[in-house]
Protein backbone atom coordinates (compact mmCIF):
# COMPACT_ATOMS: atom_id res chain seq x y z
CA UNK A 1 0.00 0.00 0.00
CA UNK A 2 1.58 3.32 -1.06
CA UNK A 3 2.09 5.96 2.06
CA UNK A 4 3.79 9.40 1.73
CA UNK A 5 4.84 10.34 4.78
CA UNK A 6 5.54 14.11 5.39
CA UNK A 7 7.68 15.62 8.48
CA UNK A 8 5.82 17.79 10.93
CA UNK A 9 4.30 21.45 11.71
CA UNK A 10 7.03 24.30 11.51
CA UNK A 11 6.76 27.55 12.76
CA UNK A 12 9.27 29.76 11.44
CA UNK A 13 9.90 33.79 11.55
CA UNK A 14 10.41 35.97 8.05
CA UNK A 15 13.31 36.17 5.76
CA UNK A 16 14.28 32.40 7.06
CA UNK A 17 13.94 28.83 5.35
CA UNK A 18 12.07 26.03 5.64
CA UNK A 19 12.55 22.19 4.69
CA UNK A 20 9.73 19.20 4.21
CA UNK A 21 10.35 16.18 3.68
CA UNK A 22 8.12 13.50 2.13
CA UNK A 23 8.89 9.99 2.54
CA UNK A 24 7.35 7.15 -0.12
CA UNK A 25 6.68 3.52 1.11
CA UNK A 26 6.84 0.51 -1.34
CA UNK A 27 9.16 0.36 -4.10
CA UNK A 28 7.58 2.67 -6.47
CA UNK A 29 9.64 6.23 -5.80
CA UNK A 30 11.72 6.36 -8.21
CA UNK A 31 9.17 5.32 -11.36
CA UNK A 32 6.88 8.82 -10.41
CA UNK A 33 7.32 11.97 -10.68
CA UNK A 34 6.68 13.86 -7.04
CA UNK A 35 5.09 17.16 -6.97
CA UNK A 36 4.83 19.84 -4.34
CA UNK A 37 1.41 21.74 -3.77
CA UNK A 38 0.32 24.40 -1.31
CA UNK A 39 -2.55 25.67 0.28
CA UNK A 40 -2.99 28.71 2.07
CA UNK A 41 -5.52 28.94 5.24
CA UNK A 42 -8.68 28.55 3.55
CA UNK A 43 -7.68 29.27 -0.07
CA UNK A 44 -6.88 26.87 -3.19
CA UNK A 45 -4.68 25.24 -4.53
CA UNK A 46 -0.78 25.97 -5.68
CA UNK A 47 1.68 24.32 -8.11
CA UNK A 48 4.86 24.79 -6.67
CA UNK A 49 7.31 22.45 -8.33
CA UNK A 50 8.03 19.00 -8.90
CA UNK A 51 11.14 16.40 -9.27
CA UNK A 52 11.40 13.02 -11.30
CA UNK A 53 13.70 11.46 -8.68
CA UNK A 54 15.01 8.63 -11.86
CA UNK A 55 16.67 11.78 -13.53
CA UNK A 56 16.52 14.01 -11.00
CA UNK A 57 15.01 16.77 -13.11
CA UNK A 58 13.15 19.52 -11.63
CA UNK A 59 10.52 21.90 -12.56
CA UNK A 60 9.34 25.05 -10.94
CA UNK A 61 6.32 27.63 -10.96
CA UNK A 62 7.67 30.85 -12.38
CA UNK A 63 6.23 32.68 -9.37
CA UNK A 64 8.25 30.73 -6.85
CA UNK A 65 11.85 30.18 -9.26
CA UNK A 66 14.54 31.46 -7.20
CA UNK A 67 13.02 30.74 -3.74
CA UNK A 68 11.92 27.17 -3.52
CA UNK A 69 14.85 24.09 -4.29
CA UNK A 70 13.13 20.41 -4.59
CA UNK A 71 15.30 17.44 -4.33
CA UNK A 72 14.82 13.56 -4.19
CA UNK A 73 17.17 10.70 -2.12
CA UNK A 74 16.38 7.45 -3.70
CA UNK A 75 18.36 5.54 -1.39
CA UNK A 76 15.79 6.76 1.42
CA UNK A 77 12.93 7.51 -1.20
CA UNK A 78 12.52 10.65 0.13
CA UNK A 79 11.73 14.20 -1.51
CA UNK A 80 12.24 17.89 0.35
CA UNK A 81 10.86 21.09 -0.85
CA UNK A 82 12.49 23.97 0.63
CA UNK A 83 11.64 27.23 0.31
CA UNK A 84 13.63 30.30 1.47
CA UNK A 85 13.29 33.74 2.00
CA UNK A 86 10.10 33.08 3.32
CA UNK A 87 7.25 35.75 4.43
CA UNK A 88 4.12 35.61 6.12
CA UNK A 89 2.06 34.91 2.82
CA UNK A 90 4.11 31.57 2.73
CA UNK A 91 1.77 29.93 6.08
CA UNK A 92 0.56 27.52 4.02
CA UNK A 93 0.06 23.46 4.18
CA UNK A 94 2.21 21.97 1.89
CA UNK A 95 1.39 18.81 0.14
CA UNK A 96 3.74 16.50 -1.56
CA UNK A 97 2.08 14.41 -4.34
CA UNK A 98 3.05 11.14 -6.84
CA UNK A 99 1.84 11.16 -10.06
CA UNK A 100 0.00 14.67 -9.78
CA UNK A 101 -3.46 14.17 -12.29
CA UNK A 102 -2.63 11.08 -13.42
CA UNK A 103 -3.56 7.46 -12.61
CA UNK A 104 -1.17 6.93 -9.97
CA UNK A 105 -2.18 10.27 -8.22
CA UNK A 106 -1.26 10.07 -4.49
CA UNK A 107 -1.03 13.09 -1.46
CA UNK A 108 0.61 13.34 1.29
CA UNK A 109 -0.90 14.10 4.99
CA UNK A 110 0.35 18.13 4.56
CA UNK A 111 2.52 19.56 6.66
CA UNK A 112 1.85 23.16 8.08
CA UNK A 113 3.89 25.48 7.58
CA UNK A 114 3.47 28.90 9.42
CA UNK A 115 5.73 31.94 9.19
CA UNK A 116 5.07 34.54 12.13
CA UNK A 117 7.44 36.62 13.93
CA UNK B 1 -0.99 32.07 -15.39
CA UNK B 2 -4.25 32.42 -14.08
CA UNK B 3 -5.89 29.92 -12.12
CA UNK B 4 -9.10 27.89 -13.57
CA UNK B 5 -12.39 29.11 -13.64
CA UNK B 6 -14.58 27.09 -11.11
CA UNK B 7 -18.26 28.61 -9.59
CA UNK B 8 -17.93 29.33 -6.30
CA UNK B 9 -20.67 27.16 -5.28
CA UNK B 10 -23.19 24.37 -6.11
CA UNK B 11 -26.28 23.12 -4.62
CA UNK B 12 -28.66 19.95 -4.94
CA UNK B 13 -30.96 17.86 -3.22
CA UNK B 14 -30.14 14.35 -2.42
CA UNK B 15 -30.30 12.10 -4.72
CA UNK B 16 -30.52 15.06 -7.53
CA UNK B 17 -27.42 15.26 -10.27
CA UNK B 18 -24.85 18.66 -9.96
CA UNK B 19 -21.90 19.74 -12.68
CA UNK B 20 -19.24 21.48 -11.89
CA UNK B 21 -17.49 23.52 -14.87
CA UNK B 22 -13.91 24.24 -14.63
CA UNK B 23 -13.02 27.04 -17.74
CA UNK B 24 -9.19 27.55 -19.07
CA UNK B 25 -7.37 28.08 -21.89
CA UNK B 26 -6.28 26.79 -25.23
CA UNK B 27 -3.05 26.88 -23.01
CA UNK B 28 -4.02 24.31 -20.33
CA UNK B 29 -7.71 22.67 -20.36
CA UNK B 30 -8.18 22.78 -24.68
CA UNK B 31 -4.96 21.08 -25.02
CA UNK B 32 -3.99 18.73 -22.69
CA UNK B 33 -6.00 15.10 -21.86
CA UNK B 34 -4.38 15.13 -17.90
CA UNK B 35 -7.03 17.30 -16.81
CA UNK B 36 -8.21 15.82 -13.13
CA UNK B 37 -10.70 16.02 -10.39
CA UNK B 38 -10.54 16.25 -6.52
CA UNK B 39 -12.70 16.35 -3.66
CA UNK B 40 -11.36 17.81 -0.33
CA UNK B 41 -13.43 17.35 2.99
CA UNK B 42 -12.37 19.80 6.13
CA UNK B 43 -9.19 18.80 7.38
CA UNK B 44 -8.05 16.56 4.79
CA UNK B 45 -5.64 15.94 1.89
CA UNK B 46 -7.22 16.49 -1.70
CA UNK B 47 -8.53 13.01 -3.51
CA UNK B 48 -8.44 12.28 -7.10
CA UNK B 49 -11.88 11.71 -8.22
CA UNK B 50 -11.24 12.12 -12.00
CA UNK B 51 -7.85 11.54 -14.05
CA UNK B 52 -7.40 12.22 -17.44
CA UNK B 53 -10.51 13.64 -18.42
CA UNK B 54 -12.91 11.00 -17.63
CA UNK B 55 -11.32 8.22 -15.87
CA UNK B 56 -12.15 7.04 -12.23
CA UNK B 57 -9.86 5.43 -9.98
CA UNK B 58 -10.60 2.28 -8.26
CA UNK B 59 -12.74 2.86 -5.54
CA UNK B 60 -14.04 6.16 -6.31
CA UNK B 61 -18.18 6.24 -6.81
CA UNK B 62 -19.20 5.42 -10.49
CA UNK B 63 -21.53 8.68 -9.78
CA UNK B 64 -18.25 10.49 -10.78
CA UNK B 65 -18.07 11.47 -14.34
CA UNK B 66 -15.81 13.93 -16.14
CA UNK B 67 -15.46 15.39 -19.57
CA UNK B 68 -14.20 17.93 -21.83
CA UNK B 69 -15.65 20.05 -24.63
CA UNK B 70 -12.91 22.56 -25.77
CA UNK B 71 -11.52 25.12 -22.86
CA UNK B 72 -14.07 23.58 -20.14
CA UNK B 73 -14.18 20.26 -18.55
CA UNK B 74 -16.56 19.33 -16.28
CA UNK B 75 -17.35 17.13 -13.37
CA UNK B 76 -20.79 15.69 -12.95
CA UNK B 77 -21.90 14.37 -9.90
CA UNK B 78 -25.30 12.10 -10.76
CA UNK B 79 -27.29 11.02 -7.67
CA UNK B 80 -26.10 13.89 -4.44
CA UNK B 81 -25.13 11.79 -1.63
CA UNK B 82 -24.21 13.19 2.05
CA UNK B 83 -21.13 12.61 1.52
CA UNK B 84 -20.25 14.90 -1.61
CA UNK B 85 -20.84 17.46 0.18
CA UNK B 86 -17.12 18.81 -0.09
CA UNK B 87 -14.68 20.90 -2.05
CA UNK B 88 -14.02 20.13 -5.72
CA UNK B 89 -10.80 21.01 -7.43
CA UNK B 90 -9.89 20.45 -11.12
CA UNK B 91 -6.65 20.96 -12.41
CA UNK B 92 -4.78 20.51 -15.45
CA UNK B 93 -1.24 20.31 -17.56
CA UNK B 94 -0.50 23.64 -18.76
CA UNK B 95 1.65 24.87 -21.31
CA UNK B 96 2.62 27.85 -19.69
CA UNK B 97 5.95 27.52 -17.23
CA UNK B 98 3.88 26.79 -14.35
CA UNK B 99 3.18 23.05 -15.65
CA UNK B 100 0.06 22.37 -13.73
CA UNK B 101 -2.71 24.80 -12.59
CA UNK B 102 -5.79 24.55 -10.28
CA UNK B 103 -8.99 25.40 -10.66
CA UNK B 104 -10.16 28.15 -7.98
CA UNK B 105 -12.59 25.54 -6.31
CA UNK B 106 -16.22 24.61 -5.74
CA UNK B 107 -17.91 24.14 -2.86
CA UNK B 108 -20.71 21.53 -3.13
CA UNK B 109 -23.97 21.90 -0.76
CA UNK B 110 -26.14 18.57 -0.47
CA UNK B 111 -29.78 20.18 0.69
Known amino acids: QVQLVQSGAEVTKPGSSVKVSCTASGNTFSNYNINWVRQAPGLGLEWMGR????????NYAQKFQGRVTITAAESTSTAYMALSSLRSEDTAIYYCVRDLGGPADYWGQGTLVTVSS | QSALTQSPSVSGSLGQSVTISCTGTSFDVGSYYRVSWYQQSPDTAPKLLIY???HRPSGVPARFSGSKSANTASLTISGLQPEDEADYYC???????????FGTGTKVTVL
Open chain 2, 52 to 54: EVS
Open chain 1, 51 to 58: IIPLFGTT
Open chain 2, 91 to 101: SSYTSYTTFYV
